[in-house]
Every structure is written in C-alpha cells, then in structure tokens.
C-alpha cells in the first residue's frame, strides 16, 4: 500500500498570498497517477487536479499540479477567500487507492 | 447536471449491519462506476472498495473484505454500501464518488456525494 504524506499539516496565510503545498508518496505513484481534492466544512470533496498537473474542469488556472515519481506539489499561486479549506492528495497509480492526510490552509 | 445523493445518517450498535444507499441523477447510469470513501474522525479518506454498475463486478479494499458489500439496481439508477460487523471504528463519513471514465476505471473521482454520517455506539 502506497502511503502518502502531506506536508505541511496546517499553513497559515493572507489572502493574495501564494500557498505551496507537499504530497509525499512511500514509494513512486505508476504513471503519476496523482489527484489532488478541496474540501471546505460541511462540504464533500472537490476534484482539483487529476494526473498530477490536469485540471479539472471548472478549476481556476490559480491552482496547479506538478511532481512525478514520489514528490507532488499543489500550488495555488494567490489565495482567494473561498480556497481556505483542507487539500488531501490521492494516489491512483495502485490498489489500495489512499489519500494523504490533507494540509489545512487557513486565514493568517 | 451529475448529482450523487445519499440517504440519511445512521446511528447502529456493535455488531450490527449498515446499508447506505446512493442516488445519482444526470448521467447514464449504468456507464461509470461507483466507489466508496469514507472518514473516521482525526484520519484519513479510506478508499471502500468500487462497483462497476454495469455489470456488477465489485473490487473491495483489504481492509473491508468479508464486511462490504456494494450492490446496485440499475432501474433506480441506484448504489448500496453494506457494512458488517460494526465497530465504533465504524463511525465515520461515508461519501459515494463516481469515477469519471466512461466504462473505465481511471480511479479517481468526480464528483462525490454529499456524505452519510454512521454513528456506531452501544
């Protein structure tokens, strides 16, 4: 089972700001098959980035996808109000298919 | 547009059974499979396992084998979750999610419905 590890676990920052966010596979994600979700409170997850850098549709282009092998990045180049949420990344290179525990962005 | 819409919360006792169901609307049923997900308080999304709701094959993760089963009734474009064997380990979120490839798997999932909240407590 491929465990993924999200650093850092809370970040705190204004809006405007840029927001750089780390998915750490144990071991390298097949085809970097790797999505990236938004949850806000009360709300289900929301695909952001499919295939480590694709986005879905309906994403604004502030929010990118890069990495390969074993190291991912999330990075929303400036925090609108409404992206204050918890980010988890996936992997969907192998079954089980797992999740990092998620990175809480929250407002500085 | 694509709507997954899951029945209510659930309260349960240890040891017994829950079936939580799945409704989707504004897509042909019967092309994307299903998968559930759910989270326990303080962890982690947990993959379930998935139903291809065409044919009815299933794929369940280790961890759940022998206590889910994921069925389906296609005429109410429908899917079901079935957990034995309750533990308060059990209480968590429980959220369907569609995969978004056509009579494919791509294994990632979009969109997800709007999550059940099963309470395991004696």
């Known amino acids: 089972e491929i465990v993924l590890t999200q650093s850092p676990g809370t970040l705190s920052l204004s809006p405007g700001e840029g927001a750089t966010l780390s998915c750490r596979a144990s071991q390298s994600v097949s085809s970097n098959y790797l999505a990236w979700y938004q949850r806000k409170p009360g709300q289900a997850p929301r695909l952001l980035i499919y295939a480590a850098s694709s986005r879905a549709a309906g994403i604004p282009d502030r929010f990118s996808g890069s990495g390969s092998g074993t190291d991912f990045t999330l990075t929303i180049s400036r925090l609108e109000p409404e992206d204050f949420a918890v980010y988890y990344c996936?992997?969907?290179?192998?079954?089980?298919?797992?999740f990092g525990g998620g990175t809480k962005v929250e407002i500085k | 547009q694509v709507q997954l819409v899951q029945s209510g919360a659930e309260v349960k006792t240890p040891g017994a059974s829950v079936k939580l169901s799945c409704k989707a609307s504004?897509?042909?049923?019967?092309?994307?499979?299903m998968h559930w997900v759910r989270q326990a308080p303080g962890q982690r999304l947990e993959w379930m396992g998935r139903?291809?709701?065409?044919?009815?094959?299933?794929r369940y993760s280790q961890n759940f084998q022998g206590r889910v089963t994921i069925t389906r009734d296609t005429s109410a474009s429908t899917v079901y979750m079935e957990l034995s064997g309750l533990t308060s380990e059990d209480t968590a979120v429980y959220y369907c999610?569609?995969?978004?490839?056509?009579?494919?798997?791509?294994?990632?999932?979009?969109?997800w419905g709007q999550g059940t909240l099963v309470t395991v407590s004696s």
């Open positions: 139903l291809s709701t065409g044919n009815g094959n299933t």
């Open positions: 999610a569609r995969d978004p490839c056509p009579s494919c798997y791509y294994n990632w999932f979009d969109p």
């Open positions: 996936q992997q969907y290179g192998s079954l089980p298919l797992t």
């Open positions: 504004g897509y042909a049923f019967t092309t994307y499979t």
